[in-house]
């Protein structure tokens, strides 16, 4: 009863607009000074705790990184790479913009940078070709996505410092997932293109000006081979290549392509600290969520309640599933991670299920969950970037989602496809 009292509160604090971070960390707080023998240096000791981990250093660094990108237009110079080729096709440009999603989701690490800095370099060049408007809106904001899958994705670093997996295997079990979501949605776009005229303003591939345009273009391509490549290698661990990444975006936007001055580059600092700050907060209170689950032994018994009824895997994987699609039009992804990790995973893993795996199929749902009204954030940055009401850039995200998924489905009941790096 006092669970449901705390849900309900929780609820009417988030409605009245309060941060989540904010109402996780009254209502726990709650809920703890309610239980015997528990001091309350418990809660700063929890809370400290929570942030205080190597594994998440790597978020402000990568954060830090993909602002710099961003703000250098790093994603003009790899557009008009990979256009010089593929904008020959019919729906050409639109299908650079979603390669150029997978490139720089390989740079963020995140489902709205990605959004925004693609977003900010294509949706004027799709307007001149005559791509409708919500279309143009709709694939640069599932493009965006894919910075939460494809590594590094800040949400495997969550998952990892909260519930204790290797951040690099994570990394690496994102890579073939994150391909695979882009070569549907790739295929969705040649097929609109096709079916409704979409692009039909096509050049003859370029293949002398691609030659022109790669070594000034190669630094940036380069980034994420480096990232990957170092983690895959093992030669750097997670954490150590953020702060390599970050450097490196440095390097480039200010010396190499000169595209950031020394006071942009402080005021990205100051965005980026903001961004992480936001975030720590959240899994600060999500780790009181944690604790007091545990302590009043209502893990345990979820557990033992899911065992008893012999709930085959994926049934369980089913219900999680229908449970992170609905979590997700109200939360957005960082509190999803941070509430639901503590309670699904040792479900997960009592049923035999390899929690790396469970941690891909939690990410595609907090993919999704960027696009579904009313909280999906990369509706609302590419509602700004493009000018349109948030419903029309829903009614240009609607043919994805179906697209998304399909994705999600063969992502939870083939866990090759997660796996078969590892």
Known sequence: ?????????????????????????????????????????????????????????????FILAGNLMMRGNIAGLIIDLIGSIVRAVQGGLALTVMIACVFFAAISG??????????????????????????????????????????PSLGFILIGSIVGLPVDKLFIAGVMPGLMEAALLLATIAWMARRYGYGTTTSRADWGGFPRRLPKASAAVLMPVLVIGSIYTGY??????????????????????????????????????LQTTMIFAVVMGGSLVGF??????????????????????????LVANLILLVLGMFLDGV??????????????????????????????????????????????????????????????????YGVRLTGLMLITYIPAISLVLL
């Open 1 to 61: 009863m006092l669970m449901f009292i705390a849900v309900i509160l929780m609820l009417l604090l988030l409605a009245i607009g309060t941060h989540v971070a904010v109402a996780m960390g009254l209502v726990t707080t709650g809920l703890i000074l309610m239980i015997d023998g528990v001091p309350m240096t418990v809660i700063a000791q929890t809370a400290f705790k929570a942030v205080n981990s190597y594994p998440l250093m790597a978020v402000p660094m």
């Open 292 to 317: 007091v689950l545990a302590r009043m032994g209502i893990s345990a018994g979820v557990v033992e309640y899911v065992t008893s009824i012999n709930m085959s895997a994926w049934q369980f994987l």
């Open 335 to 400: 509190a999803m991670i941070v509430l639901t990790s503590p309670l699904l995973f040792p479900m997960a893993t009592a049923l035999g299920i390899n929690p790396i795996h469970f941690a891909v199929v939690m990410v595609a749902n907090v993919e999704i969950a960027t696009l579904t009204p009313p909280i999906g954030l990369n509706l609302f940055v590419m509602s700004g970037i493009a000018k349109l009401p948030v419903h029309e850039v829903v009614r240009g995200v609607m043919p994805f």
């Open 236 to 273: 750097l661990t997670p954490t150590e290549v953020s702060a390599f990444a970050a450097i490196y975006a440095a390097i480039l936007c200010i010396v190499v392509y000169r595209s950031v001055t020394v006071g942009g580059v402080w005021t990205v600092v100051k965005d980026s600290v």
């Open 110 to 151: 995140s489902s709205v940078g990605s959004a925004a800095a693609i977003g900010a370099a294509t949706i004027e060049g799709l307007k001149r070709e005559e791509y409708p408007a919500r279309f143009s809106a709709g694939i640069v904001a599932v493009g965006g996505t894919l910075g939460l899958m494809i590594p």
